[in-house]
Structure formats: C-alpha cells, structure tokens
C-alpha cells in the first residue's frame, strides 16, 4: 500500500539556518503529495503541493520537488524564521479518497 | 469566516461513555473527514463523507460511527468509549477530492477517556 516516511524529529535551528526535512514516499501509479503544517494549538493546513514529477511546490518561502526517480518530496526553505516553528507533515494521495500522511516533525527555530 | 468549527474543544469521558463531536463547516464542500492524531502515528482517517447522507471507512473505524444528515455537518460518535480512543481529533473538508483541493481542517477536540 501506500506510505509515507519522514524524518523523524524534533529539528531545532537558529533563525536565518537551512531548512530541510526529508520525505519520501512508497505508491503505485503516479501519487500527488502535499505538505501541511500544524501550529501550535490548531489544525493541518496545506503548505504546498505537486502533482506529477518533476513539479516544484513553493509557497511562504518554502519549496519542495516531486523527485520520481528518487521518490521523495523534501522540504527546504533557505532561511527560517521563529514564527516556522510548527510540526510538518508529508503526504500522499494515490488517487483514492484517502491521504496518507507521515508522522510529522516538530521543528523549533530559535532567535 | 469560521471554515471548520468543532465541539466541544476537550472533554474527559469515563470508560463505556458515549458521546458525539460535531463538525460544521461554512464553505459549502462537499467532502467531509474524521482524522485522529496520536503522537508518533501521524493522523489516521477515520471515517469520511463525500457528500450529503453518504459515509465511509476509513483507516482505523472501529468504535465509531458517523453521520453526515445535512451537507454542512458531520458528526462523529463514541458509542462505548475506550482508553484507547483517548486522542486529538480533526475534522477537515474540501471542495473536491482532496488531490485537487486542499484540505480545510477545523482546530480539534482532546478527548481523553479514564
């Protein structure tokens, strides 16, 4: 079936450091993935998206490619913020009504 | 613009209690979703709608029970809790199936059953 395997945390960074966080995925056919990200005290809401190969999502400065041959979609971002300080989730969806996501990890920036 | 809303927000419940969680959204989708989040295990679906007076299986359903009587409500039930249902629960909806649009989740309910 399908599965999603991201790198387990907690990630702790300084303000202004790299950011990535790996996720690579097990499906059959050609999946579209997501990241979401959860802040403190609320719900999942989607961060970005790709939807065939070779697709680069980006959004509030992060960005993440859907790399086939590797199958993985890391997240990175060039310089984080305090305010990045949440718990991402990979996710994949192989086209049926249900979203597998990975166990999320918790990232802390500090100032 | 309210989007998701659920109640109650937390609640303490005794073992072989029952209670519902309600879930309304506002932004006329379609499809509807129960998820759990436990630590290290992500968020497991539940049981999902993909529209009015229909529901679904979803990962892990046993001791649940759902409804979806009206478009902008989903309800999800305990007949009998267990400690193991001790959880955060999330409801979310989309427009379309969610490859196409993005899931809208409402903020949680923390249940804990003694």
């Known amino acids: 079936g399908n599965s999603v395997t991201q790198m387990e945390g907690p990630v702790t960074l300084s303000e202004e450091a790299f950011l990535t966080i790996n996720c690579t995925y097990t499906?059959?056919?050609?999946?579209?993935l997501f990241w979401y990200v959860q802040y403190p005290g609320e719900g999942l809401q989607l961060l970005l998206k790709?939807?065939?190969?070779?697709d680069k999502g980006s959004n509030k400065g992060f960005e993440a490619t859907y790399r086939k041959e590797t199958t993985s979609f890391h997240l990175e971002k060039g310089s984080v913020q305090v305010s990045d300080s949440a718990v991402y989730f990979c996710a994949l969806n192989g086209g049926s009504e249900k979203l597998v996501f990975g166990k999320g990890t918790k990232l802390t920036v500090n100032p | 613009n309210a989007g998701v809303t659920q109640t109650p927000k937390f609640r303490v419940l005794k073992t072989g209690q029952s209670m519902t969680l309600l879930c309304a959204q506002d932004?006329?989708?379609?499809?509807m979703y129960w998820y759990r989040q436990d630590p290290g295990m992500g968020l497991r679906l539940i049981h999902y709608s993909v529209g009015e007076g229909t529901t679904a299986k979803g990962e892990v359903p046993d001791g649940y029970n759902v409804s979806r009587l009206k478009k902008q409500n989903f309800l999800l039930g305990l007949e009998s809790a267990a400690p193991s249902q001790t959880s955060v629960y999330f409801c979310?909806?989309?427009?379309?199936?969610?490859?196409?649009?993005?899931?809208?989740f409402g903020n949680g309910t923390r249940l804990t059953v003694t």
């Open positions: 499906a059959t056919g050609y999946p579209s």
């Open positions: 790709a939807t065939k190969a070779d």
């Open positions: 932004m006329n989708h379609e499809y």
């Open positions: 979310a909806s989309s427009y379309d199936r969610h490859y196409n649009s993005p899931l809208h």
